[in-house]
Structures are given as structure tokens and as C-alpha cells.
T-cell receptor, first 114, second 112 residues
Framework: DSGVTQTPKHLITATGQRVTLRCSPRSGDLSVYWYQQSLDQGLQFLIQYYNGEERAKGNILERFSAQQFPDLHSELNLSSLELGDSALYFC?????????????FGEGSWLTVV | AQSVTQLGSHVSVSEGALVLLRCNYSSSVPPYLFWYVQYPNQGLQLLLKYTTGATLVKGINGFEAEFKKSETSFHLTKPSAHMSDAAEYFCAASGTASKLTFGTGTRLQVTL
């Protein structure tokens, strides 16, 4: 158990819909990351927050947004869903912004768009 | 920009045989390097990481990796494979920013 909690574990929704994925980082970790894992794209970095502020952005679509709340939990919002958005979405956390920090991953949220 | 290349999307070894999973990185600055393992229907678990210091890094479950700057490599090895090692393995790097750049992964199959 990494200490990173993600909900829901599985989600099936229709095209055009909107979903929210939730993440609670490890106790004490200030940095939260979101990654997308799909068969064709592999593991792609989406976005990073540190203590409530956005710190880095990767291959995140404009239809997707995220935020980190004062209690440090984070949410990833996916809207106008398309079939190609079906993937495993990971949340991860680390203590700080240091590059050598270990990043701990949750078990992921499986999103299926039908 | 960093990139990580894992040679071989699938590797099959016999139980008890040496495991060698290859990883090369491309970076303008010395990166921090990581190996993660993903078991079916689970998240990513850190096996080991290289930050500074000793270039031979020992991790969990008997795995180790050696950082070779001259070869820009960070190959993962285990002397004797076990059936429970069957999983997907990801090499990753981070540079000046803490986010990880992952390779495409290598699926390890262990046969009897």
C-alpha cells in the first residue's frame, strides 16, 4: 500500500459526459501528479500540483482540468469525454519538488468511455 | 528534454535464469533514474532509484541496477528469476523538475 488513495477504482461512462477522479496523497506529501496510462500512449504525465499551486503541465488536453485543495487532495476533471480517453489514470505524490524524491503511485482509476 | 528508451517490450526468461531489462536515457543533465514495477491490475511500485553516489543501486525483491554515465544506461538485473517477478517494468527519469518521464515498459514473462 503506497498510501495514495484514488477513487473511484472503476468508472464507465458515455461519450460527451464529464467525470471527476479523486486523489488523496500520502500523509505529509505536498506534491501531487496525474498520469494517464493507455495502450497506445504508454504512461503520460498530465499535470503536477504543489501545495495547491500548479507547477508543471504535460500532455493534458484542454478538456481536462485539475486542482489541489487546501487539504492537499486533488481532483482531475475530464469533460466532453471521447472513446480515446479510456485509460488508467494514476495519481501520485511526493514530499517536495526535489527531483530525487520518490514518487508514490496510487492504484489508479480505470475509465472506460462507451 | 529527457527521454527514456527501454529495449524490448517483452522479455521471457526461465525461472532461475538471469533477468536483464535494458534502459537508456537521453538527457542534457545527469538525471535521477528509477525503476518501477506494475503487477496486473495494480499501481506502480518503486523497485529502486539512483540519485547520487554509488552507481550500483540495490532495490527490493533482489533487483539491482547500475548507472553507467558513459553508456547513458540504467539496466535492471536480478540473478535468478522467480515466477512472482512476472510483471511490467518501467524505467523513468527526472531532471530539474520532479516529474517523471517513463519508458514504454518491458513485460517480463517467467516460464518454468
Amino acid at each position: 500500500d503506497s498510501g495514495v488513495t484514488q477513487t473511484p477504482k472503476h468508472l464507465i461512462t458515455a461519450t460527451g459526459q464529464r467525470v471527476t477522479l479523486r486523489c488523496s496523497p500520502r500523509s505529509g506529501d505536498l506534491s501531487v501528479y496525474w498520469y494517464q496510462q493507455s495502450l497506445d500512449q504508454g504512461l503520460q504525465f498530465l499535470i503536477q500540483y504543489y501545495n495547491g499551486e500548479e507547477r508543471a503541465k504535460g500532455n493534458i488536453l484542454e478538456r481536462f482540468s485539475a486542482q489541489q485543495f487546501p487539504d492537499l487532495h486533488s481532483e482531475l476533471n475530464l469533460s466532453s469525454l471521447e472513446l480515446g480517453d479510456s485509460a488508467l489514470y494514476f495519481c501520485a505524490s511526493s514530499e517536495s519538488l526535489s527531483s530525487g524524491n520518490t514518487i508514490y503511485f496510487g492504484e489508479g482509476s480505470w475509465l472506460t468511455v462507451v | 528534454a529527457q527521454s527514456v528508451t527501454q529495449l524490448g517490450s517483452h522479455v521471457s526468461v526461465s525461472e532461475g535464469a538471469l533477468v536483464l531489462l535494458r534502459c537508456n536515457y537521453s538527457s542534457s543533465v545527469p538525471p535521477y533514474l528509477f525503476w518501477y514495477v506494475q503487477y496486473p491490475n495494480q499501481g506502480l511500485q518503486l523497485l529502486l532509484k539512483y540519485t547520487t553516489g554509488a552507481t550500483l543501486v540495490k532495490g527490493i525483491n533482489g533487483f539491482e541496477a547500475e548507472f553507467k554515465k558513459s553508456e547513458t544506461s540504467f539496466h535492471l538485473t536480478k540473478p535468478s528469476a522467480h515466477m512472482s517477478d512476472a510483471a511490467e517494468y518501467f524505467c523513468a527519469a527526472s531532471g530539474t523538475a520532479s516529474k517523471l518521464t517513463f519508458g514504454t515498459g518491458t513485460r517480463l514473462q517467467v516460464t518454468l
